[in-house]
């Protein structure tokens, strides 16, 4: 939410639509298993950028309707309309919304700001994780000008048909387009086909629907993830522990000492992208397994043990997901979800009640390169979330 200093002027709102139709054959597009158990709320997330001197303020927005309407036409789903209870997407290119707005305040205010929800202004109002839709769009957009010069270029896309990898590849893909540089990759959307749909009931996130959480940022440089991972070694014995890994694992322990002990949880949220075989790296869809660590007594969170929780935990899911055939592994991600709802369910006495956390990472996804020809960004990040 912006704050009282930040005003916002809204100066446009418009409708974009595939540069060409989608063909007949493909006006009908068939959600996968995982996608069918997912409900829609927009996914958020901003690159922002400093004051270009290669192109004017009247010249960046042409270049991103323009762009944005050609890569559509290869992204037809997102242009499209849910339809049969939200199993499949009617691709009749009714089009993505995209907001120009003006932000009267220095883009710094807001990226120095700890409490993430200072960026979301960056974001048409009320957006960010919600479960209504805007403008009744898959996707919406907004390019916002902050009166330092600097840019923010939001997408909001509907986590009922796509995840985190799916949302980082459109985005690369359009800021390629944008400038021109012709090597653009293309997509596949082949979920229904790698994982076909079925009568299956919604998977509730865990923590509830409406439960509102404080996001706050931290910033690590990278002598302190050195250190990190040095400290992760000695005390876990894991060998060469990712960012990922140092980073959740701290962040998570201070949260736990940081009051009165509770038992906790953390989901981790992987990429299926990688997992699949033959890997689908470009591959389009919600394919998001998850597997959980839950911290039961005090002795349990020392910084070692969760990093080597982390990386058991992982190695694991890997294991179980390379062994199984398709529908299994469906079922191996329902059921961690599930186990997880179980865990943060409220209002019941039969189980013990845990305090949650959810960690995903945009670390390796390129959004550090996407230029949309004024650039690279400065920073990228999600909108604040509701867990």
Avoid at 59 to 64: D, E, F, H
């Amino acid at each position: 939410m912006a704050s009282a200093t930040t005003r916002l002027l809204q100066l446009s709102r418009e409708v974009i639509k595939p540069s060409t139709p989608t063909p007949l054959a493909l006006k009908t597009y068939k959600l996968s298993r995982f996608e069918q158990a997912f409900n829609h709320n927009y996914m958020p997330l901003a690159v922002f950028y400093d004051k270009n001197s290669i192109l004017c303020d009247g010249q960046i927005s042409p270049v991103l309707y323009s762009s944005q309407s050609k890569t559509l036409s290869l992204y037809y789903p997102f242009a499209g309309t849910l339809e049969g209870g939200g199993n499949s997407v009617y691709c009749n290119d009714r089009g993505a919304t995209l907001v120009e707005a003006e932000i009267k305040c220095p883009m710094n205010r807001i990226l120095n700001n700890k409490d993430v929800s200072a960026q979301n202004v960056v974001y048409p109002s009320g957006i960010p994780w919600s479960s209504s839709f805007y403008n009744d769009s898959l996707l919406v957009i907004q390019l916002s000008h902050f009166h330092c010069g600097g840019k923010a270029v939001s997408v909001c896309l509907s986590h009922k048909i796509a995840d985190g990898a799916s949302l980082c590849n459109f985005i690369k893909h359009w800021a390629s387009v944008a400038r021109q540089s012709g090597d653009e990759k293309g997509s596949d959307f082949n979920g229904a086909s790698l994982f076909p749909p079925t009568n299956c009931q919604p998977l509730v996130p865990p923590g509830g629907e409406s439960k509102r959480g404080t996001t706050k940022s931290f910033v690590f440089d990278d002598s302190k993830i050195k250190q990190l991972k040095e400290r992760a070694i000695k005390e876990s014995g894991v060998e060469s522990p990712t960012r990922i890994e140092v980073v959740s694992s701290l962040i998570y322990r201070n949260a736990i000492i940081s009051s009165t002990f509770k038992p906790s949880v953390i989901i981790h949220v992987a990429n299926l992208h990688s997992l699949t075989k033959p890997r689908v790296p470009r591959a389009i869809g919600c394919f998001n397994p998850v597997f959980h660590i839950s911290t039961d007594e005090e002795e349990d969170i020392s910084f070692g043990k969760l990093v080597k929780e982390c990386r058991t935990g992982k190695e694991n899911m890997y294991k179980k997901f390379n062994q199984m055939k398709t529908e299994e592994s469906f079922q191996a991600v329902e059921t961690s979800f599930r186990e997880a709802c179980a865990m943060t369910s409220q209002g019941r006495d039969d189980i013990k009640h845990y305090d949650f956390y959810n960690c995903s990472s945009l670390c390796n996804n390129g959004l550090a390169q996407v230029d949309f020809g004024w650039g690279k960004p400065v920073r990228a990040s999600l909108g604040a979330s509701l867990i």
